[in-house]
């Protein structure tokens, strides 16, 4: 189990890393230290980087977008990124529903996607 | 033995049971009402003399699982058997339960009439729930029949079969359980003693596994596989093991398997295309069932990763029908691209596959989709390169 | 109930199968790593891997989460079929059993407010998949992944 919650913030962003095989306790502590955390700071965006998770299966998925949703009501923006083509493909057969989850394939392009996730929910245009 | 001298006895005991806290041990008249309360009585069922003494011994019994009729037919069965063994709940004071595992001897008199009993009783809670526990175990284990679960005691005596074991060793439980486990080695590895080393590694290791000669019930030899794993109680102490087995004489060639496995590679080198930085063209050529849309999926996905691949363009152009699991296929792909971050672009759908999905009632959701390949192309390009924030947003909506 | 001592060693084919005990939420860590060493020795893709390991780790939970004190076992082994491999699990437990198995196989029913996805979604992960419940006596799951 991990030792601490793995949060970073960099700007208006916190980052969450979830790595290794996590047991669901561990999954839900994530998951309280991220909504903590959003509200604390009012972040406006949380980057879920999942690239060091080999499986996701129902439980974590449900977390995680239940995660996404929690962090729509405190007034933030969310992205998934680095979701691998195995987890994806398994993810789909499954049958979890993700639609309203933003994903992007990796830390770089979430940074921009929340941006402009951002930018579109306060009606801001380029 | 007289009536006196088997009284004085008990009376000369009673000090000495007085001491033993961890049994209940108490004396009953012929009608089963209790006469002694000592301090092992109450330390288990927290009951006092006062409160016990002169009751009828069912007060010690919850009347819905043992009633007093019952009892009375025990005093009976033990008068008859002169020496019966009780199982059963038992209330302590504070109307939690124990079970009881109790042993009732009949006192008899000179004139050969019973004079009374004594019961000595014992709380076995813990060793009824580790029995339940495993035998709820050997169940399970008895819907397995392609292999043999069997569990031994610390000394290697069988004391557990399963129907794989049937199977394989021919053996009933009748036959071998309550044998030790070395009836089924070879006569040469019973004199080693090779089964009492193999229990030890598995006590020492945490398992222990091996491979070797076994023999059947009509004596003909079997090579198995054999793992071991130690069972132990809360201290840590072995108290059995649990020993899986399997017949391996039919065992499969290998070079055949990596021939497959060679041949497999060769089919999956389905070209995806690099036309742009961050864009992949999968051109899908002839008929696809779902075994190979499953294959050219992943080769996909695994090339988005690679490539970090914002766009990817699924030309079905080649395709000469899509039938529902095929266009089902096409669309997880997409989806499974998408949550990976990568936009998908179907190109070269027929008037024919466009009616059919339609027509399947197949969720379309955001799936785009352009009829040429150079108007995907297109697309594509304005998607990872000068499109609009708007549009880009879309793409990724 | 003392727990059996279990490794989480990959076995070859045709060995014996490593059983993992399941009696609470931490056991689906071993189920999962059981899974995915004997994934390898099968010579699993990681997508196939992937789906195995996902779909063990939905019937462990229904264990946890549904057989009585959360308690069955899992056994893991090597499958061959001609030059084919595979890993091949059994899912036991003797807990309630599901009474209506064409529901429980459907996707959206749960009788534990979630989402009802873990029978229906396993079996559309692994090549093979069959069920035996017996309300009352307990459920029994097999899966089969192959390597092709
Ligand atoms: N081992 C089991 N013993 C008894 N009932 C079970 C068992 N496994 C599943 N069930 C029953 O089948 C239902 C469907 O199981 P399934 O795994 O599909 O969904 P779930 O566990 O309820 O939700 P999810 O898996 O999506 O979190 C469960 O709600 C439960 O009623
Ligand atoms: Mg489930």
Known sequence: MLEQVPLQRLGHTIIVTLQGDLDDATVERIERAVTDEVAKVRARGVLIDVSGLAVVDSFVARVIARLVGMVALLGAVSTIVGIQPAVAITLVELGVPMDHVHTALNAEQGMARLRRMWDDTTGYRR | ?397 | MTPLATAAEPRAPGEAPTLVQITGEADLLRVRSTLRAQAQVAGLGLTAATKLVTAGSELARNIVRYATHGQGVVLVETAEEGSRRGVRARFSDDGPGIVDLGAAMTDGYSSGGSMGLGLPGSRRLMDEFEIDSVPGRGTTIVICQWNR
């Open chain 2, 1 to 397: 033995m007289a009536e006196a001298g088997v009284d004085s006895a008990l009376t000369a005991y009673e000090t000495m049971i007085d001491s033993v806290t961890d049994y209940e041990i108490i004396r009953l008249d012929p009608e089963g009402t209790i006469l002694t309360w000592p301090s092992g009585a109450k330390q288990l069922t927290g009951y006092s003399a006062e409160e016990t003494v002169g009751q009828p011994l069912s007060m010690l019994y919850p009347s819905d699982e043992v009633p007093a009729e019952r009892l009375l037919g025990e005093l009976r069965v033990a008068a008859d058997k002169g020496r019966h063994k009780i199982e059963s709940w038992q209330s302590r004071r504070d109307g939690a339960r124990f079970w009881a595992s109790a042993v009732l001897t009949p006192i008899h008199g000179h004139d050969r009439s019973i004079s009374g009993y004594v019961l000595v009783a014992r709380d076995v809670s813990e060793a009824r729930e580790q029995e339940l526990a495993m035998r709820s175990m050997e169940q399970m284990l008895d819907a397995i029949t392609d292999y043999e679960v069997i569990r031994l005691d610390q000394q290697g005596v069988v004391r557990s079969w399963n129907p794989g074991a049937r199977t394989l060793k021919q053996f009933t439980a009748e036959e071998v359980i309550g044998h030790h486990v070395s009836m089924f080695y070879t006569e040469e590895d019973r004199r080693s003693g090779l089964a009492e080393r193999e229990m030890a590694a598995a006590a020492r290791a945490g398992r222990y596994e091996t491979e070797g000669w076994r023999v059947r019930k009509d004596g003909s030899r079997f090579w198995s596989s054999i793992s071991l794993s130690p069972i132990r109680d809360d201290k840590g102490e072995v108290t059995g093991y649990v020993k899986v087995a399997r017949d391996l004489t039919d065992r499969r060639e290998q070079e055949q398997l990596v021939q497959r496995q060679r041949d497999e590679i060769l089919e999956l080198s389905t070209p995806v295309i690099q036309v742009w930085d961050k864009v992949l063209v999968l051109p899908i050529i002839g008929t696809l069932d779902s075994a190979r849309a499953a294959r050219l999926t992943e080769s996909l996905l695994e090339r988005i990763a690679v490539d970090q691949a914002e766009v990817v363009i699924l030309d079905i152009s080649g395709v000469p029908a899509i039938d529902t699991d095929v266009a089902q296929h096409l669309l997880k792909t997409v989806e499974a691209a998408r949550l990976m971050g990568t936009t998908s672009i179907l190109s070269g759908v027929r008037p024919e596959t466009a009616q059919a999905i339609v027509h399947l009632g197949i969720e379309l959701g955001r799936l785009r989709s352009r009829n040429s390949l150079q108007d995907a192309l297109q697309l594509a390009l304005r998607l990872v390169g000068g499109g609009s924030a708007d549009e880009r947003v879309n793409a990724h909506a």
